[in-house]
């Protein structure tokens, strides 16, 4: 039904092709630049259209033409940055074209003395209270005139971005929705929506446009909330319908895989986007992160001195070089460049989370969590800032502070293995095993990434006297690592097998006992253990010449525990 649906919304590719063309060149005009270029890249997307077939141009009214001259050079002032040599030109100007060109040229002017004095006056990780001077005037004006009713989907939009900037967050959010209802196609506007929507629950209580646009929005949602399965299959829906040679669609679908840490699926298809778009920075620090993970350095040489030659002082090749250096272990190198990305671009946030890393690489924890918060300040979805903010505290040995942030980090993604890991270990140091217990446990129930999770909970049962369930843990744990075909030196396996000897010597099971003692045998650091006990039970079978048949007696018992561990198998989990 839901794919029948969105054929039908995109039945008219034709249609829709006209709106582009029609939103690209109203952005063009009032400079905004990267909503114009998201819609040229999905028009180019789809077929051309005839000549006869093309949009007419946006009808002229009488205060158009009025304001046409001092538009005109306002906006060739504008193209050149010189703000507020635009506003002066544009001030008295009628129409809406010049009054939304009037207020963006006031707003970019703030802007840019704003990062003209931080770049110039603070360090990489200074807080700074540098402001936009201009924003309590524009809201004052843009205020005035919201509530007469007089600004477009446009001005609305800017008037959204300036509550936000003034941290007025839930005022933003009515605004923005205001302005996607007035004008739907205009991408800056979801954009900015997005990233004030910070849960499921908001997003179901949003009152949006019902629009072909929407079916974007909600992918890119699905996406940042981490509902990776509703991210694939939306865009999986968007590429029947029409949207196939579109790139932007291909890079969310990579950003997607990324975030599941399917890596091999997502450098296929930044493989492909660079094959289709070889000159792209867009997403390129998140392919770098890729091939950092995979220890991919030829590739990710090949990738800095790539960027390099097409834009040197792009935050994305900034961060790419960052993650190169990062691989050599050249960290203060790498920091450097992450600096340089976020003077930039302050509002970067993965060179925030990366120099949070690098700070953590060099035992440099104070910085480190300075640069994890300033992640979280630009956009508290960051689950990689708040485990970054986890592992410090870890570090600062302040296990109710690492709580907190593992606790954030786990609600973010509540089905990675890391997270759950991190906080059992935090509630093992405040000595809450129970709670420890049940994140081990669904760290295994959810797929254990690092294969330790149950051998954290296995060492916390055993610390309890709690044999035979730390027997079974361990038994699940061999099972685990033999059956995804690691490598039999596994730092552990040797623990778990020398644990199992001893439990299924005490529990008078002389064969799975002598086959665990053998398999330690293959370990250097429990060779001479895994002897000692071969030689115990040899002894003990020497004395007591127990019939095969009785082997399981002991089972019988009344005061054998109800959940005995059955004999372990390890023949089968032979590599």
């Not at 254990?448 to 909970?457: I, Q, R, T």
């Not at 038994?475 to 020398?498: K, P, W």
């Not at 002598?514 to 398999?519: D, T």
Request: charged share 25%; aromatic share 12%.
């Amino acid at each position: 039904m839901k794919m029948a649906a969105l054929c039908s919304e995109f039945g008219d590719l034709v249609q829709i092709k006209k709106q582009l063309i029609s939103v690209i060149s109203l952005c063009k005009e009032r400079g905004l630049l990267h909503s114009a270029k998201w819609a040229s890249e999905l028009a180019f997307a789809l077929d051309p259209l005839p000549k006869d077939e093309l949009p007419p141009s946006h009808p002229f009214t009488e205060e158009d033409a009025q304001d046409l001259d001092a538009l005109t050079l306002a906006k060739s002032y504008f193209d050149l940055k010189e703000y507020d040599r635009a506003a002066y030109f544009l001030k008295g100007c009628c129409s809406q074209k010049a009054y939304f060109l009037y207020m963006y040229s006031r707003y970019l002017s703030g802007e840019k003395k704003k990062d003209d004095e931080t770049v110039d006056s603070l360090g990489p990780l200074e807080k700074g209270q540098v402001r936009n001077e201009a924003l309590r005037e524009l809201r004052v004006e843009l205020s005035k005139k919201h509530g007469a009713g007089e600004l477009d989907g446009f001005t609305l939009y800017l008037y959204g971005v300036v509550l936000r900037k003034l941290d007025l967050l839930k005022e933003a959010v009515d605004v923005f929705v205001e302005a996607i209802h007035a004008l739907p196609l205009h991408w800056g506007a979801w954009l900015e929506l997005s990233n004030l929507v910070t849960n499921i629950e908001m997003l179901k209580s949003l009152s949006l446009a019902d629009c072909w646009m929407k079916d974007f929005f909600m992918a890119h949602m699905y996406t940042e909330l981490q509902m990776i399965k509703e991210a694939l299959q939306k865009y999986q829906n968007l590429i029947e319908a029409g949207f196939s040679k579109s790139t932007y669609i291909i890079s969310q679908i990579a950003v997607a895989y990324h975030n599941i840490r399917d890596i091999d699926q997502a450098l296929a298809l930044f493989n492909k986007l660079r094959e289709q778009d070889p000159f792209r920075i867009d997403n390129m620090d998140t392919f770098s992160n890729l091939l950092y993970v995979k220890t991919m350095k030829p590739e990710l040489s090949y990738l800095a001195h790539n960027l390099v030659e097409i834009d040197k002082y792009r935050v994305e090749t900034c961060c790419v070089i960052g993650n190169y250096y990062s691989l050599r272990s050249q960290h203060e190198k790498a920091a450097l460049y992450f600096q340089r990305a976020l003077k930039l671009n302050p509002r970067c946030l993965g060179a925030w989370t990366l120099m949070g890393h690098e700070y953590m690489e060099m035992k440099n924890t104070s910085a480190a969590i300075q640069a994890y918060r300033h992640a979280i300040e630009v956009n508290k979805r960051d689950y990689r800032a708040w485990y970054g903010l986890g592992q410090t505290y870890e570090i600062l040995k302040m296990p109710f502070y690492c709580l907190y942030y593992y606790r954030k980090a786990h609600q973010l993604r509540p089905n990675d293995s890391r997270m759950l890991v991190a906080l059992g270990e935090s509630y093992e140091k405040l000595s809450q095993q129970v709670e420890a217990k049940k994140c081990y446990w669904r760290a295994y129930s959810v797929g254990d990434v690092e294969k330790m999770a149950l051998l954290k909970l296995a060492k916390l049962h055993e610390q309890l006297n709690e044999s035979d369930d730390a027997a079974q843990c361990y038994m699940l744990y061999i099972q685990d690592i033999f059956s995804c075909g690691e490598q039999l030196e596994h730092a552990e396996v040797s623990t778990a097998l020398r644990y199992l000897g001893q439990y299924y010597f005490k529990n008078k099971l002389y064969d799975e006992a002598s086959l665990c003692a053998q398999r330690c045998c293959d370990y250097n650091d429990a060779r001479e253990e895994g002897k000692a006990l071969l030689r115990q039970i040899s002894q003990v079978r020497d004395q007591i010449e127990t019939p095969s048949a009785d082997l399981f007696a002991p089972l019988s018992n009344n005061n054998t525990p109800v959940r005995r561990v059955s004999p372990l198998n390890l023949i089968s989990f032979t590599p």
